[in-house]
């Protein structure tokens, strides 16, 4: 073993580092080969599809894919493992769930941050529940996604109107006096 460094030392002095690229490439294209014989034919085959996706890409998009990686290695290991597993999850549904999680996911970065924070709130909450309580919330709601779009509508609208005449009964004031808002 001290030899062959020594031969590589030799040859690299004496070629003013020129073999030095070469010597390492061969290195890196040994290991490279030696792990491609371990993958199975299906492994290969998907890392070859990835490979072609990946130099149809543009600059611009390779330059983000590369920064989202970059952020990603940066992230603690369970944060890593949690983002594998969810991706895992995702990669095992159909084609229709996985493009209505893409539409939700527009959805919630065109939220302004105050409703982000609203709803991010409320699931804390909801996470802090029983498991009784969660079941009776579930329930209500795939009763309230049953009904009809008009009936819905109607009964927001009179739950609105009826929290404005209960607020102002609360504060004992006229009907034309505006609730205050907190702060």
Do not use: C
């Not at 983002?83 to 229709?96: Q, T």
């Not at 941050?113 to 529940?129: A, D, G, P, T």
């Amino acid at each position: 073993m001290m030899r062959i460094k020594k031969r590589v030392f030799v040859l690299v002095f004496l070629s003013g580092l020129s073999v030095f690229p070469l010597v390492a490439q061969a290195k890196i294209s040994e290991n490279i080969k030696e792990k491609w014989k371990q993958l199975t034919p299906e492994q290969r085959k998907e890392y070859r599809q990835r490979l072609k996706k990946w130099k149809s890409l543009d600059k611009e998009h390779k330059a983000a894919v590369r920064d989202r990686f970059k952020e990603y290695k940066k992230l603690p290991l369970e944060k890593q493992k949690e983002i594998r597993n969810n991706w895992r999850k995702i990669k095992k549904l159909s084609k229709k769930k996985r493009r209505a999680i893409r539409q939700k996911y527009k959805k919630w970065q065109q939220l302004p941050f105050s409703e982000k924070q609203h709803i991010k709130k409320y699931r804390r909450r909801f996470k802090n529940l029983s498991p009784k309580q969660k079941n009776r919330i579930k329930q209500k709601r795939e009763k309230w996604r049953r009904l009809p779009i008009k009936t819905r509508q109607n009964l927001r609208k009179q739950y609105r109107t009826n929290m404005k005449k209960r607020n102002l009964r609360l504060r004992g004031g006229a009907s034309s006096q505006r609730p205050r808002r907190r702060k």
